[in-house]
Each structure stands twice: as C-alpha cells, then as structure tokens.
C-alpha cells in the first residue's frame, strides 16, 4: 500500500489513548478503518476510552504489542507524543508498514487549503491572531493545535473554499510525508525538546520540514533574525520567501521589519510603508511583535485587506497561559507564562516585564541549559521561587551567575505564598518557568490554570 491508500476496511493501529490518538481513532472510525488502539499503559481504563470515543467499544490492546497485532497492522498511525525513532515504530518500519502521525492523517482527508505554522516559541499565539484575522475574511477558517483543537477533530469540517490555520510541533512534523500548506510560518528555531531530537541540527531539520511540500506558488514567512532561518530562506529558490524581522532588514525580498514603535513593510532593503504601531495592539514584548509581523505576512499573503488585518490585531488579546494578565492585589501585577516551557520562550516574558518581577521557574527536565535565562533576568529580576525537577539545577545555574536570593517551594500553593510576600507594591510576579510542567502537572495549561487559581484567592 502507498501514502494514498483507501482506508476503508483497512487495518489501522493507533498508538496512544490520549487526546491526540482519540481524536485520530474517532476519524478512522468515521472512513470505516478497522482500528485497533493501543496503549502501552497496562493499567488503561477500557470503559474511560469508550466515553472518549463518545461510546464507541474499540478494539484495545494495552501493555505489550502482541505478534498477531503487529502482523495484521497496515497502517500505523502515532500520536505526537510517540518518537519516530522508538523501537515500537521501527518494528513496524522493518516489516514495511507505512507510518503516519497526526498531522499526516488529516491532511488525508483535508478538502481545502492550510496555513501552517511552527516555531519554537510564539506558535499558539501567531495562530491564534492569524486564525483571527482570515477568519474575518473567509467564511470556513478552522483554527487547530494547542488551543483545544485538534486536526484530526476539526477535518471533516473543511471544503473547497475552507482554510485551516494549524499549529504544528516539531513533535508532528517528525512523520509528515504529503502534507501540503499553501502558506508556512518558522517564528524561530532555539533550542527545545533536545531529549527528544537529540541535536540542534536534526530539531532545526525537522522545523524545516513544514515547507518540504510546497513549491510554485506556495510561499514561507520566515525571521530574518534567526541566523539559522536566514540561511535556509537565502537557499530557497523554489517558494516564494517572506521576512519578518526586527534587529536588522532583510536586502532582499519582502518583508515586515520593526522600527522603533512602528511595523513598516518593505522589499529589497527598503522601507516601503508605515503599517501601524505596536501601542495600537493589546500584546506586549518584543517577541509578541514578531508574532504580528509573522500574522501580517501571511494574512497579506493570503489576500486578506489590511484594514480588515490592522482590525484583528487592535482587538486581540493574549492567548491564556502567554504572559496572561490575572489581577493586580496590593499593588503588585500578576502575569501567567505557562507556556514559558524552554528558556527562550521565557526570556522573552522576563523582557517584556516592565516592573521590578518576582520570578516562579523550574519544572520537568529537558536537558536544557539555563545560563541564558538567568542572564536576562538583568537588575529587573529581584527574587527567583524554584520547584519541581529543575529546582536544585537553576538555583545552581543561577548563584553561578551571581543571583542569590533564590527561594524553594514544595508546590504551586505555597509557591504562590512566598511570591505575595516578597513581591512589593509596583512589583510583577511572573509565572515563566522556562521548563516542560510534566511531573507536578497534566500539562503547562494545568499549571496555569492551578496559578490563578491560587493568585486569585490571595
């Protein structure tokens, strides 16, 4: 069988009883496949899966893969969460079974155009506002990715004049093969999941690989800041290139380029046009701006009226869990960055505080360095608060910067405590704790949410 088999009574193995593999079984189901989930947890819950799947009884199949299953498998469909290169997919490989992910899957059965956007920090929120701004322009605009939607979930709804707007991880793109977006994004390429991809350069390939597809008439937006990304744009002869920039413009192509307070357009080195000002919008920080030039691109691109486009960014507000405004109490602001989850991402939530900041970091580890967050806490960084896995490891990184008033908390609660005691008036407290939230908590949405929560019973 090839990429563009017929699914209909085929045998499906689904890898993974989470959202992702749920999601992926639900639409199997829907085009007739023979699906079998399986789950390595022995402990799985058979009647919890069935209440996921809205009632339907799959086949399940938990703890070891069994021979048989193997065997009769043809075609395996894994979740994000499942590595390209774990023994249970080379398995399969080796006896010739063709390998999808989510992302693969959907575009199976996807009916209109993509826009996809990938980056290891600003994914969420440039889709988002991108997901925003075409939405005001096309009728049938699907948003999907970690904002609650999956792919998988929202496909079935595309048509011939739809466009769907996805988020896409380095997690998904690892098993793309055909799938095809009109229009791609790469905000930035830092490093992130390196116990996953091992090295920068396989993680920065596989970033790479979401435009792998597109040719004549297809276009990319990419930041001309990222020295990595410069190179790969400069190299592409194939696509139409697009660049978002703010420290230097680009001298050839097109591009958006942040000057002082102003996003101007231009082309070829030269500023063209005045597009708007960033006090105009309700996000804040450098990074948020490189966010919008990146929306602004491929809005243009797509053809949406730049009225229509200035209109969306005025009225958007930050995604949840991305340096989310959650109250102020005695004079002191409180933000939530959960999804700081890698010290790039928070580095950028450390600079866009305007305050003297009492910082909550730490978390699950993903074999990261540190140095570069503690270095950007500057003089604005007044207290560190440390828990989970990666506590002993950033007070270490930190005091090896010379930054001692670091502070250990056993849980979120009292994490909370310790901040509204050393936070004074005209303070920020800043959740952005440049870590994976695995171990303490589901998910960085559930350790946001668990934040306020506390926050808002102060």
Same mark, same amino acid.
């Given at each position: 069988?090839?990429?563009?088999?017929?699914?209909? =009574? /085929?045998?499906? @193995?689904?890898?993974? %009883? &989470?959202?992702?593999?749920?999601? #992926?079984? +639900?639409?199997?189901?829907?085009? $007739?496949?023979?699906?079998?989930?399986?789950?390595?947890?022995?402990?799985?819950?058979?009647?919890?899966?069935?209440?996921?799947?809205?009632?339907?009884?799959?086949?399940?199949?938990?703890?070891?893969?069994?021979?048989?299953?193997?065997?009769?498998?043809?075609?395996?469909?894994?979740?994000?969460?499942?590595?390209?290169?774990?023994?249970?997919?080379?398995?399969?490989?080796?006896?010739?079974?063709?390998?999808?992910?989510?992302?693969?899957?959907?575009?199976?059965?996807?009916?209109?155009?993509?826009?996809?956007?990938?980056?290891?920090? =600003? /994914?969420?929120? @440039?889709?988002?506002? %991108? &997901?925003?701004?075409?939405?005001? #322009?096309? +009728?049938?605009?699907?948003?999907? $990715?970690?904002?609650?939607?999956?792919?998988?979930?929202?496909?079935?709804?595309?048509?011939?004049?739809?466009?769907?707007?996805?988020?896409?991880?380095?997690?998904?793109?690892?098993?793309?093969?055909?799938?095809?977006?009109?229009?791609?994004?790469?905000?930035?390429?830092?490093?992130?999941?390196?116990?996953?991809?091992?090295?920068?350069?396989?993680?920065?390939?596989?970033?790479?690989?979401?435009?792998?597809?597109?040719?004549?008439?297809?276009?990319?937006?990419?930041?001309?800041?990222?020295?990595?990304?410069?190179?790969?744009?400069?190299? /592409?002869?194939?696509?139409?290139?697009?660049?978002?920039?703010?420290?230097?413009?680009?001298? +050839?192509?097109?591009?958006?380029?942040?000057?002082?307070?102003?996003?101007?357009?231009?082309?070829?080195?030269?500023?063209?046009?005045?597009?708007?000002?960033?006090?105009?919008?309700?996000?804040?920080?450098?990074?948020?701006?490189?966010?919008?030039?990146?929306?602004?691109?491929?809005?243009?691109?797509?053809?949406?009226?730049?009225?229509?486009?200035?209109?969306?960014?005025?009225?958007?507000?930050?995604?949840?869990?991305?340096?989310?405004?959650?109250?102020?109490?005695?004079?002191?602001?409180?933000?939530?960055?959960?999804?700081?989850?890698?010290?790039?991402?928070?580095?950028?939530?450390?600079?866009?505080?305007?305050?003297?900041?009492?910082?909550?970091?730490?978390?699950?580890?993903?074999?990261?360095?540190?140095?570069?967050?503690?270095?950007?806490?500057?003089?604005?960084?007044?207290?560190?608060?440390?828990?989970?896995?990666?506590?002993?490891?950033?007070?270490?990184?930190?005091?090896?910067?010379?930054?001692?008033?670091?502070?250990?908390?056993?849980?979120?609660?009292?994490?909370?405590?310790?901040?509204?005691?050393?936070?004074?008036?005209?303070?920020?407290?800043?959740?952005?704790?440049?870590?994976?939230?695995?171990?303490?908590?589901?998910?960085?949405?559930?350790?946001?949410?668990?934040?306020?929560?506390?926050?808002?019973?102060?």
């Amino acid at each position: 069988m090839d990429e563009d088999m017929d699914l209909k =009574g /085929k045998k499906v @193995t689904v890898v993974g %009883t &989470g959202i992702s593999g749920i999601g #992926a079984a +639900k639409l199997l189901i829907h085009a $007739g496949a023979d699906v079998l989930l399986y789950d390595a947890n022995p402990d799985i819950n058979p009647q919890a899966v069935q209440e996921k799947l809205g009632g339907i009884k799959p086949r399940l199949l938990t703890g070891e893969m069994t021979e048989a299953a193997a065997e009769e498998t043809q075609l395996l469909v894994i979740s994000p969460g499942v590595p390209i290169d774990s023994p249970l997919v080379e398995r399969f490989r080796t006896q010739g079974t063709p390998v999808w992910g989510e992302i693969e899957l959907a575009w199976h059965f996807e009916k209109g155009k993509v826009i996809a956007i990938t980056g290891t920090n =600003g /994914k969420t929120t @440039t889709t988002a506002l %991108t &997901g925003a701004i075409l939405g005001a #322009a096309v +009728k049938d605009t699907l948003v999907v $990715g970690n904002i609650g939607r999956s792919y998988t979930g929202e496909v079935l709804k595309t048509n011939s004049g739809s466009v769907t707007v996805a988020e896409i991880s380095s997690f998904q793109l690892e098993s793309i093969r055909t799938f095809h977006p009109v229009i791609s994004a790469i905000l930035n390429i830092t490093p992130d999941h390196l116990d996953r991809h091992h090295t920068m350069e396989c993680y920065a390939q596989t970033k790479e690989k979401i435009c792998m597809n597109e040719g004549a008439g297809d276009a990319v937006v990419l930041n001309y800041d990222d020295e990595r990304l410069r190179e790969f744009g400069s190299a /592409k002869s194939d696509v139409r290139v697009v660049w978002f920039a703010r420290k230097s413009i680009p001298p +050839k192509g097109e591009f958006a380029y942040l000057k002082g307070d102003e996003i101007w357009l231009g082309e070829d080195g030269a500023l063209t046009r005045n597009y708007m000002n960033v006090h105009d919008m309700k996000l804040i920080g450098a990074h948020n701006y490189e966010n919008v030039m990146a929306a602004i691109c491929m809005a243009r691109l797509w053809g949406v009226a730049d009225d229509v486009i200035r209109e969306e960014i005025r009225n958007f507000k930050a995604v949840e869990h991305r340096i989310e405004y959650v109250r102020e109490k005695d004079g002191v602001v409180y933000y939530n960055d959960s999804k700081g989850t890698n010290p790039d991402a928070s580095i950028k939530a450390i600079e866009a505080m305007n305050r003297p900041t009492v910082l909550i970091g730490g978390g699950f580890d993903k074999q990261l360095a540190f140095d570069d967050y503690v270095e950007a806490f500057g003089d604005k960084v007044k207290v560190l608060v440390v828990l989970g896995q990666t506590a002993d490891k950033l007070e270490a990184c930190a005091k090896a910067h010379g930054f001692e008033n670091v502070i250990h908390a056993k849980d979120m609660k009292e994490c909370v405590k310790i901040c509204a005691r050393e936070a004074k008036p005209g303070f920020a407290v800043l959740l952005s704790p440049a870590c994976a939230s695995w171990g303490m908590f589901d998910n960085y949405e559930q350790r946001g949410r668990i934040f306020k929560k506390y926050v808002n019973e102060l």
